[in-house]
């Protein structure tokens, strides 16, 4: 087989694999929707994965060494709660969010020294 093949095999298979992750919780739990830990973990999932991401965000990007000790992402993950805070909207949080962290990331504005 060519690589061609090979990378079309790959992507149907990626493909199918997440499609079906996709579609199997609603073949399974479509009549099971009011099912007490269905209700909890519907409630609590959510805030428990954004909490995760947050703190690998800011253990992976964060510039600890710096003389700005990590505020490179601090200042934008503060960012992102304020303004959902303030508007509650998921989507323009995690966009200012995201362009605060690139804007300094791209200017070097928390570099060591700086």
């Known amino acids: 087989m060519t690589e061609g093949y090979y990378l079309a095999a790959f992507i149907a298979v990626t493909a199918l694999?997440?499609?079906a992750?996709?579609?199997v919780?609603?073949?399974f739990f479509e009549r099971h929707t009011d099912h007490p830990l269905i209700k909890h973990l519907g409630r609590?999932?959510?805030a428990?994965?954004?909490a995760l991401l947050a703190t690998v965000f800011l253990q992976r990007s964060g510039n600890w060494g710096a003389g700005a000790f990590g505020l490179d992402a601090l200042i934008?993950?503060?960012l992102v709660v304020a303004v959902h805070l303030w508007r509650g909207n998921a989507l323009l949080s995690i966009a200012t969010g995201t362009i605060a962290y690139m804007a300094i990331q791209q200017t070097g504005m928390m570099v060591a020294g700086a």
């Open 44 to 46: 609590f999932l959510p």
């Open 25 to 27: 919780p609603f073949l």
């Open 76 to 78: 934008p993950g503060l």
């Open 17 to 19: 694999a997440t499609f």
């Open 21 to 23: 992750t996709r579609v």
């Open 48 to 50: 428990a994965v954004m």
